[in-house]
Structures are given as structure tokens and as C-alpha cells.
């Protein structure tokens, strides 16, 4: 599963100013009450938490306070191939920041060594401006960024950034259980397979292998119907990136009959004003060809018409 968006934000005076000057290479701390600069420029004092607003240019060299070594980097760091992680304070600046310091190995790598920015071939005003820093003194050849310039936001020709834009993904992979292995099987085949607690004798949708109140394996498997109830939703009026259906629409807690845990999952097929708790539904399953190990193999869940479901029918699933 690849959970992922673009991480918009303005950047007000104090960083916007940090990230156009990167753009025209030149790298701008702010001087905080205590005197020291601060690099990145931090918006609040972490003294008086008043505002900031002396700005003051540091050099574009430095010295690496720390760092650690990134043997095997992931997608979206600054360089695809093995680089250090440091902590560098740069040249008229009292604090460090973290980037990354290009090195064909640790050996490479020490505390106290100096080194310098290499910019990105394309600034576009943002930290990954600097593509990484490299040693002062090498005899090493630049191998040139690895990374593609960040997204940049729609702004008018000659207008300073005001918005920058940060891709952020989690990838997860998940290992199926044995319980849960059966239960995407069968959903490939258009069923819904539940367990049952031998002691409480609840329902579990998706089965969980064991009862959480009991604390026992819940062996007894149960096929259930696509129908259930509504138990609580959320209109969603609010658009936002990324979003697949036009706002404003329902999602909602669906307790399928016979269970006894509700699961999210969309619900269309009327207007978002009349959907009700207790409201009777049904899945609508996408087309056979499209089914897969996924309970996206149901596209939503639609209202049945049946007169809805007393709430004490459905008052202890909430």
C-alpha cells in the first residue's frame, strides 16, 4: 500500500524569504535575541517567542557537527545512491541543519570536516535547492544530483515563492495472516467471510484470528451477506488533493448483518442529506474482471430501500 500526497504550505516572510534565496543561491539565517543565528531561519524566537526579523547571510561552507551513514537510501531522499546524513553548521550560522553530504563511503566522513553546498542544477526555491554538500577538499568527482527538481506551485511570471510543495508517501507492506489470507480470498470470489468468538460469540468483519475480549482463537468461520445497516457517518464537503468524488458525499460505518464490527467504507447512490443512521444498504460490487484480493472490490455501499434499522438493533455496534 502506497499512501502518498503532496504536503502544501505558504511560507510566510521568514521562510519564504529562505527558500527565494536559495533559488538565487544564497543561503539567509535570522538573528534571534540571544544573538545567535539561526539557519534555517526558525519564524519565533525560542527565547521570548517573539517574531524574527533580522535576517543575516551565511556562507554556502561549513563544518559537519555529526552525521550517520544512509547505506541503502529510500525513495524521495536528496541522492539515490549511498550518502551520509549530518548535522552541518554552516560558516556565520550558530546552528546546524540536517542535509546530506555527498561521499563515495564512511570512510569518507568525519566530524570537523568542512564542506560546501553543490546546488541543484534547477532552483526553483526550496530546500532541495541544495542538491547536497560536498567535502571542501576531494579528489572525487561530482557525480551530479540524482533527484528530480520538487513540484513547484502555479505563481505569476516574476512573483517570489510563496508556496512550496513536498511530496510525502508511506509505503506499507503488509503480511497477511492465515485468517486474513482467507478472508481477501474470498473476497476475490465475492463473499464475505467472517469469524466467530467461541466464548462471546461475536462476529469479527475482518476476522482478526483471535477475540480481543476473550482472547481466544476465533476458528468458527461465517459467511455473510453484502447487506447491513448504518451505523454513524460523515459528510464530506471539504475538497482537497487527491480526492476521487466530487464533495460533497458520505462516508460511513456499515455493519454488515450478522456482524458485530462495522467497517468505513463510501456510501452513494443517494443524496448525502438523506443518509441516516440505520439506514439499510447493500455493496455494490465492482465488475467481476475488476475483482482482486481487495475490499475495493465493493466500489460503495447503496441504500436497499427497506425501512431503516431500529437504533437499538444497532446501539451497542457503535
Not at 567535502?135 to 508556496?163: F, K, L, S
Amino acid at each position: 500500500m502506497n499512501i502518498g500526497f503532496d504536503y502544501t504550505r505558504s511560507v510566510g516572510p521568514v521562510l519564504g524569504r529562505f527558500v527565494n534565496g536559495l533559488a538565487a543561491h544564497r543561503i539567509e539565517g535570522v538573528r534571534g535575541s540571544d544573538g545567535r543565528v539561526h539557519v534555517p531561519p526558525v519564524e519565533y524566537d525560542p527565547l521570548t517567542a517573539e517574531a524574527l526579523t533580522e535576517f543575516v547571510e551565511v556562507g554556502t561552507e561549513g563544518t559537519v557537527k555529526s552525521w550517520t551513514w544512509m547505506a541503502e537510501p529510500l525513495d524521495g531522499q536528496p541522492l539515490s545512491r549511498p550518502f551520509a546524513w549530518a548535522l552541518i553548521q554552516l560558516d556565520g550560522a550558530d546552528t546546524a541543519m540536517l542535509h546530506a553530504v555527498d561521499v563515495p563511503g564512511p570512510e569518507h566522513m568525519s566530524t570537523g570536516m568542512r564542506v560546501a553546498v553543490r546546488w541543484a542544477d534547477e532552483t526553483v526555491g526550496h530546500i532541495r535547492d541544495i542538491a547536497y554538500f560536498r567535502p571542501v577538499r576531494t579528489d572525487t568527482a561530482d557525480a551530479g544530483p540524482t533527484a528530480d527538481p520538487p513540484p513547484v506551485a502555479e505563481r505569476e511570471e516574476g512573483d517570489p515563492v510563496g508556496v512550496v510543495i513536498t511530496p510525502v508517501h508511506l509505503k506499507y507492506r503488509h503480511s497477511a495472516s492465515p485468517e486474513e489470507s482467507r478472508y481477501l480470498r474470498a473476497l476475490a470470489k465475492g463473499k464475505l467471510i467472517g469469524q466467530r468468538c467461541p466464548v462471546c460469540h461475536k462476529v469479527y468483519l475482518p476476522p482478526r484470528g483471535a477475540c480481543p475480549t476473550d482472547g481466544v482463537p476465533t476458528t468458527d468461520e461465517v459467511e455473510l451477506p453484502d447487506t447491513g445497516i448504518i451505523t454513524t457517518f460523515c459528510v464530506v464537503n471539504v475538497p482537497f488533493l487527491g480526492q476521487r468524488i466530487k464533495p460533497p458525499y458520505v462516508t460511513a460505518y456499515v455493519l454488515i448483518d450478522g456482524a458485530d464490527i462495522a467497517f468505513l467504507h463510501l456510501i452513494l447512490g443517494c443524496d448525502a442529506a438523506d443518509v441516516r443512521m440505520g439506514m439499510r444498504v447493500r455493496a455494490s460490487w465492482r465488475p467481476r474482471e475488476e475483482w482482486t484480493t481487495s475490499l475495493e472490490n465493493i466500489a460503495h455501499f447503496e441504500p436497499t430501500g427497506e425501512p431503516d434499522a431500529p437504533y437499538e438493533s444497532f446501539a451497542h455496534h457503535l
